[in-house]
């Protein structure tokens, strides 16, 4: 199929990216995004080979090499002494076993090199303050319906506006959400504010009973990215921009590695953010004859794998190619939703059993956990090997 009308909803990561795929490939897009401003809130974000393919592919690859750290291994820590119970090299293996490098980058960084590329192709196709409320769809097309009383016409609506998504919202209703008994704090530090001890250029993974943190480097190693996953009965919005006091942040870590207390200590005091980490019930049919959804629109994956903007890259090329592919457009998408349904939901599996893995009850349980753990790279090949350029499409 080609010269499509495609409207994306969501200009973040997994809108942008499936974007930039689709009009590279002859398609017409328009991407719709609520906010006033095109950015992007956040901290660091962690790319490995399997997205890295696509934005390779885009040409990004130097840009993201360029602001992004290659860490160089993997190490998991316990939360109070220190003490490494496995590691793992990263930067070097990664790419020599997968095709393409492990980046850490700041995710505001990433979204604005992908959107520059959208407009590089299409400078007029993204448009801000357009809050989508509904759809229709017939055998001809489709039809997007915004607040302001305006509407898009198209032969494809693609929602990535996740969480919250309102395509996902008209297909499904609303879907309760389970607390998973998580608090995620996220700051950023300035390295040069952080006292010693430092860690070292690695991804550091500290575990304790009821918690654990990911610290790693940012920018070229200038910017600590910090998130601390602490359990807690009190349940807050799920926002990525929920302040709360730095006095909560260093109570709920009291008692961690003095490496943990630096970080702490150097942050800003209304730098501090914390939001609410939910499960979703998965779904298996995310598309209708002219409508689907991708990314957490499609399948919300908590960040224990690291592995959610990947999956909104991945479900961007796929879709991509699907509609490359000859048939219909109920035929492409049920193919694009057929191709991916498995394995984002083994991605969801997987990130569920690493918090419980992180937050094991006791140092013996750690040790017993990790002792029997094979290496990070073989037990996630069939994570990071996977093309979305490349892989077969059933």
């Not at 903007?309 to 509609?323: C, K, P």
């Not at 991605?347 to 040790?367: D, G, I, K, Q, W």
Request: with cysteine.
């Amino acid at each position: 199929m080609e010269n499509l009308k495609v409207i994306v909803i969501g200009a973040g990561l997994g809108g942008l990216t499936a974007a930039a795929c689709l009009i590279r490939a002859g398609h017409d897009v328009d991407v719709y995004e609520q906010a006033p401003v095109l950015a992007e809130v956040g901290a660091g974000i962690q790319i490995s080979a399997n997205p890295m393919h696509v934005l390779a592919d885009l040409g990004l690859k130097d840009e993201i090499m360029a602001v992004g750290v290659r860490p160089g291994a993997y190490v998991f820590r316990l939360h109070d002494t220190g003490e490494e119970l496995q590691r793992f090299n990263l930067a070097a293996d990664h790419e020599r076993m997968h095709g393409q490098p492990y980046n850490q980058i700041h995710r505001a960084d990433l979204h604005e090199i992908i959107a520059n590329k959208v407009l590089a192709l299409k400078p007029s196709a993204i448009h801000l303050n357009a809050r989508a409320t509904h759809f229709v769809e017939s055998d001809k097309g489709v039809e997007l319906f915004f607040a302001d009383g305006s509407s898009a016409k198209g032969d494809v609506l693609v929602g990535s506006e996740g969480l919250k998504s309102v395509v996902r919202k008209q297909m499904f209703g609303d879907q309760p959400a389970t607390y998973t008994g998580d608090g995620a704090w996220r700051i950023t530090v300035p390295i040069e504010r952080v006292a010693e001890p430092h860690l070292e250029h690695v991804m550091s993974v500290f575990m304790g009973p009821g918690g654990h943190c990911v610290c790693y480097y940012l920018r070229s190693g200038s910017l600590l990215n910090f998130v601390g996953c602490i359990e807690t009965d009190e349940v807050s919005e799920e926002s990525w921009t929920m302040r709360f006091p730095k006095e909560r942040l260093r109570r709920d870590l009291e008692g961690w590695h003095p490496a943990i207390q630096a970080i702490v200590d150097a942050a800003d005091e209304d730098g501090c953010f914390r939001w609410s980490l939910h499960n979703r019930p998965p779904v298996r049919d995310w598309s209708t004859k002219r409508v689907t959804i991708l990314g957490d629109a499609a399948h919300p994956t908590l960040p224990y794998l690291a592995q959610g903007a990947a999956m909104a890259i991945e479900d961007g090329a796929v879709l991509t190619r699907a509609l490359q592919m000859e048939g219909s457009i109920p035929a492409a998408l049920q193919r694009y939703q057929r191709n991916r349904i498995d394995r984002t939901a083994r991605v969801v599996e997987t990130s569920t059993f690493n918090r419980r893995l992180f937050h094991l009850p006791s140092v013996a349980e750690m040790r017993a956990a990790f002792a029997n753990r094979k290496e990070g790279e073989d037990r996630n090949a069939w994570l990071y090997s996977y093309n979305p350029l490349t892989v077969k499409l059933e």
